[in-house]
């Protein structure tokens, strides 16, 4: 059985300069089955309620910008699949949420960036589901817990995020090797945390993680990781990293 993911995203720059979680990425794809598809949560696709992604050919969205021209020339055509999408929306049907078919939707760059650098060949039929940010991390749990049936069928889950993101305290001449100690605290908590299996403290993080709202002025970067360990297993760190002083660039396991 696969495990679910989450994955620090970090920049779209990443795309074009890997740094270390490119090799990490790539080392853990080829560790794993191949998938026979991939469902993916960004925290670039926030919604009110639960939409899936159903285009069956999703485009390359650049969602950003300020970037270098190479980067807007990244594609990434994966293919989707709308019969898995259609699958997705009755399978949380039957876990009491109610989602919707998104027939228009593109690849984000939460989905697309790191997906180029674990299956650069695209060749994977992926699904987007959105991130409805208000069900908070237990409502995201349940949703991680609904979708991670399909690891049974050879489904790769994954959550993109980051683990700590303020963009407003990076230090562009950061060292990979230098972190702020209050992003390195928080980071260090989460870990022990999902190590121990506390759920309460995790469900939590905004009272009890230290400096919770320094690293996460808004949480939407954080919960994918709520659904990954919902839909997972044993938690394992695969790989741990920083980038610009403050920008955290693990990658977990669960499963």
Do not use: C
Not at 14 to 42: D, F, M, N, T, W
Not at 174 to 200: H, S
Not at 228 to 237: C, E, K, L, P, Q
């Amino acid at each position: 059985m696969l495990p679910s993911l989450y994955i620090s995203h970090g920049s779209p720059m990443l795309a074009l300069e890997p740094g270390a979680s490119g090799p990490a990425l790539r080392r853990l794809a080829a560790e794993l089955p191949r998938p026979k598809a991939i469902v993916l949560v960004s925290a670039h696709w926030q919604s009110a309620d639960l939409q899936v992604a159903s285009h069956p050919a999703p485009a390359t969205w650049h969602d950003f910008g300020g970037f270098p021209p190479a980067l807007f020339a990244v594609q990434y055509p994966a293919p989707g699949e709308p019969a898995l999408a259609a699958r997705i929306v009755e399978l949380l049907a039957e876990h009491g949420m109610a989602a919707s078919l998104d027939p228009e939707r593109p690849f984000d760059h939460g989905a697309w960036v790191p997906l180029s650098l674990m299956y650069p060949d695209a060749d994977i039929p992926v699904v987007q589901v959105s991130l409805p940010s208000a069900l908070g991390p237990s409502g995201l749990t349940a949703l991680g817990q609904a979708l991670g049936t399909l690891r049974e069928e050879g489904i790769l889950i994954i959550g993109s995020g980051s683990i700590t993101h303020n963009l407003g305290e990076l230090d562009w001449r950061a060292a990979p090797e230098n972190a702020e100690p209050w992003a390195l605290a928080f980071r260090e908590w989460i870990i022990e945390k999902l190590a121990a299996n506390d759920e309460a403290a995790l469900h939590d993080y905004r009272r009890q993680a230290p400096f919770a709202s320094r690293n996460h002025p808004s949480d939407e970067h954080l919960l994918p990781l709520y659904v990954a360990r919902g839909a997972g297993g044993t938690f394992n760190v695969a790989h741990k990293g920083w980038t610009l002083g403050a920008l955290g660039m693990d990658i977990y396991r669960f499963g």
